[in-house]
């Protein structure tokens, strides 16, 4: 069976608070890993109104806290906003609170616009370093080395997870090159999609770390009892997006009936090729999508991004996903069979 993980951004929805999101993150978390998700990540973004995870290893702490067998990470960890070694120690310190369960997927974008990747780290050098930056934090977690005077403590000799993050092929050419497993962002960014997955699985190098390559590829997934509704969910985040391309992010605003009596056309169908990839409907529909999906991209793994203003309707999501992904792993198993 092809896991199923769950990609979060704390959403701040119109009239709502950021207490109130991240009660909602966790609340999700706890449903997922009941319906057997595999992982639960957070995202970094800054000085967005709609995102409440931008302090993304507290909420992972958060979040790691309150459930109990699904894997937690991040998805990821803008690296060029910090420093290789406090990214060491908190997610050697997550290690050790939560073992076995620590994720850390590494971006190279900051996350935000470039004022705000001043305001988080004024020395930042961005992301032409972010290979240097991968290995420094690789050594990090290496068992305790005499020679090496700075020492990640906690960090030093815990077996944490790295995975590299892209939405081009630079990451795709890292992660082959590192012998890591790589994460794509069609979600959003699908235009490389096919191009990376090539790149990654043809440059592959084994490593200490894995042996073969490992692709998880993300992408957005709405479900609900009918097409009609599942389109109206999807009517929230198709807003947010075309808030940020005119430069005025917000909060996540609610479902409308007719998004094409507020917005001007061209612009909807430009943001939409965002989501040339994203799953939705109802169970029916999804699932033939998601199994088309994953016999174009072979992916080892999907993680799901679920954007749905309500949070009754994203846990249903959930639940629907859930099923479809057991649908689609009987029909794996049928057809090995034949």
Known sequence: ???????????????????????????????????GYNRYWLAEHHNMPGIASAATSVVIGYV???????????????????????????????????????????????????????????????????????VELQRYFQPDDSNQFVQAVPGNGLNIPIWILGSSLFGAQLAAMLGLPYAFASHFAPKDLMYAIHEYRTQFRPSANLDKPYLMVATNVIVADTDAEAQRLFTSVQQQFLYIRRGKARQMQPPVDDLYADWPENEIMATNSIFRYAAVGSPETVQRKLTSFLQQ???????????????????????LTAQIRDAIAAQQAEAVTL
């Open 64 to 134: 790691a806290g309150g459930t109990k067998t699904i894997r937690v990470g991040s998805g990821g960890i803008m690296l060029p906003n910090h420093s290789p070694l406090v990214i060491a120690e908190q997610f050697g310190t997550l290690e050790s609170l939560y073992p076995g369960r620590i994720d850390l997927g590494l971006g190279r974008a900051p996350g935000s616009d470039q004022p705000t990747a001043y305001a988080l780290r004024r020395n930042a050098t961005g992301p032409d370093t972010f290979p240097q930056d991968v």
């Open 1 to 35: 069976m092809v896991p199923f993980s769950i990609l979060d951004l704390s959403p701040i929805v119109v009239g709502n608070t950021a207490a109130q999101a991240l009660h909602n993150t966790l609340s999700l978390a706890q449903h997922a890993e009941q319906l």
């Open 297 to 319: 991209t072979q992916a080892d793994e999907l993680i799901l991004s679920v954007p749905i203003f309500d949070h009754e309707a994203r846990k249903h999501s959930l639940t």
